[in-house]
Each structure stands twice: as structure tokens, then as C-alpha cells.
């Protein structure tokens, strides 16, 4: 199957850091745009990041500086390094596949909550 699954969520306090992961698997990834999304509750779905097949990286302008996102084409990993963390920041983060061949894949999602 081509599907994504996120993992690395958790209860960080405020200031604090976190770094997800998604694994790919199907279809040939390294040729994949890929990109994180988030969600908080009451709101609509965000871009987070993207980063092209070559490793061109986009941010939202909210999160530039904070967050940095990579990719292991070798290990089909997509990631998202979070630092400075605050409360606005808790959400449902998701990772996006674009293939060629199967569309748009997301994944489920992991949950990141910033609290004291």
C-alpha cells in the first residue's frame, strides 16, 4: 500500500522541543513533494512545511525559525523539528504525500500538545 504514518507527539511544556517523523512506504519516495500540516481544535487544517523531492524547503511564515523540516530518502522518512514551542502550537499534525501516480496521501496524524 502507499500510506503515511506519523509518530513523535506528545505533552511538551511551553519552550520546549519535539520532532516527529513520518514513514512512507509504497511507490518510490524519493521523487515525492512532501509536507506537514497541523489542526488545531476549532480551526481549519495549516500548512506547516514543504519540501521538494531535490530538498527545496517552504514555511509558513508563523513558523519559520521554529520548525524545520527534512527528509531521509533512504530511510522513506519525512521529518519536523519543532523547537521553541508554545501553547498556540498544540494541534493534530499531519504529514502529505504528492505522488504522480496515486494522487495525495495523508496520514493520520500525530497529536502535539504544549502545556505546563
Known amino acids: 500500500q502507499v500510506q503515511l504514518v506519523e509518530s513523535g507527539g506528545g505533552l511538551v511544556q511551553p519552550g520546549g522541543s519535539l520532532t516527529l517523523s513520518c514513514a512512507a512506504s509504497?511507490?518510490?519516495?524519493?521523487?515525492?513533494?512532501m509536507g506537514w500540516y497541523r489542526q488545531a481544535p476549532g480551526k481549519q487544517r495549516e500548512l506547516v512545511a514543504s519540501?521538494?523531492?531535490?530538498?527545496?524547503?517552504s514555511y509558513a511564515d508563523s513558523k519559520r525559525g521554529r520548525f524545520t523540516i527534512s527528509r531521509d530518502n533512504a530511510k522513506n522518512t519525512l521529518y519536523l523539528q519543532m523547537y521553541s514551542l508554545k501553547p498556540d502550537d498544540t494541534a493534530v499534525y499531519s504529514c502529505k504525500r504528492v505522488t504522480a501516480l496515486y494522487g495525495t496521501i495523508w496520514g493520520q496524524g500525530t497529536q502535539v500538545t504544549v502545556s505546563s
Open positions: 519540501i521538494t523531492s531535490g530538498g527545496i524547503t
Open positions: 509504497g511507490s518510490i519516495f524519493s521523487i515525492d513533494t
